[in-house]
T-cell receptor, first 112, second 109 residues
Framework: DAGVIQSPRHEVTEMGQEVTLRCKPISGHDYLFWYRQTMMRGLELLIYFNNNVPIDDSGMPEDRFSAKMPNASFSTLKIQPSEPRDSAVYFCASSRQKVEQYFGPGTRLTVT | EDQVTQSPEALRLQEGESSSLNCSYTVSGLRGLFWYRQDPGKGPEFLFT???AGEEKEKERLKATLTKKESFLHITAPKPEDSATYLCAVHIAGFKTIFGAGTRLFVKA
């Protein structure tokens, strides 16, 4: 299995621009998670989906953040407009039922 | 407030020098405790799941244990390749996941 795939691996953008991060979970997994990791705050859960349906988005920091999962093999996390404080590494993870999560390699976002 | 605290923040060991990492938690409705390993520039890699006090899991030089308030990750005779950040995470009601800040382990040959 290829594992969780994320793209792009690195993204540099200017403040105010729209950013879209993409994730392909492991086939057969029914849970998908989006996390953000920074030195200051560590790893934070932003939102998770079960069978493509958003279950808990209480970790999404602001309305500028949105996530979708149109089908079982694809999810996006969008930031519009982006701000410098959004700079972080964003991870996608998937799991089968309520067990261990498998993480992707992450997208390093830099907003200047 | 649900909280996960890991200690120490960093640990430096000589190769072969055994030690333990600690993860203490204050949460309501623990559904499971997980240990992950994270190498620089990579995503966390799953190591263990523990569900109830008294449970133990082992993998190579690592052993994880769980009590009602904390978990330990014991590292026996570590090697330089064990150097990484070790993260503890708890699943609580509603399948919310809370991660600790991690312990950075350095093993010198």
């Amino acid at each position: 299995d290829a594992g969780v795939i994320q793209s792009p691996r690195h993204e540099v953008t200017e403040m105010g621009q729209e950013v879209t991060l993409r994730c392909k979970p492991i086939s057969g997994h029914d849970y998908l998670f989006w996390y953000r990791q920074t030195m200051m705050r560590g790893l934070e859960l932003l939102i998770y989906f079960n069978n493509n349906v958003p279950i808990d988005d209480s970790g999404m920091p602001e309305d500028r953040f949105s996530a979708k999962m149109p089908n079982a093999s694809f999810s996006t996390l969008k930031i519009q407009p982006s701000e410098p404080r959004d700079s972080a590494v964003y991870f996608c993870a998937s799991s089968r039922q309520k067990v261990e999560q498998y993480f992707g390699p992450g997208t390093r976002l830099t907003v200047t | 407030e649900d909280q996960v605290t890991q200690s120490p923040e960093a640990l430096r060991l000589q190769e072969g020098e055994s030690s333990s990492l600690n993860c203490s938690y204050t949460v309501s409705g623990l559904r499971g405790l997980f240990w992950y390993r994270q190498d620089p520039g990579k995503g966390p890699e799953f190591l263990f799941t523990l569900y109830s006090a008294g449970e133990e899991k082992e993998k190579e030089r690592l052993k994880a244990t769980l009590t009602k308030k904390e978990s330990f990750l014991h590292i026996t005779a570590p090697k330089p390749e064990d150097s990484a950040t070790y993260l503890c995470a708890v699943h609580i009601a509603g399948f919310k996941t809370i991660f600790g800040a991690g312990t950075r382990l350095f093993v010198k040959a």
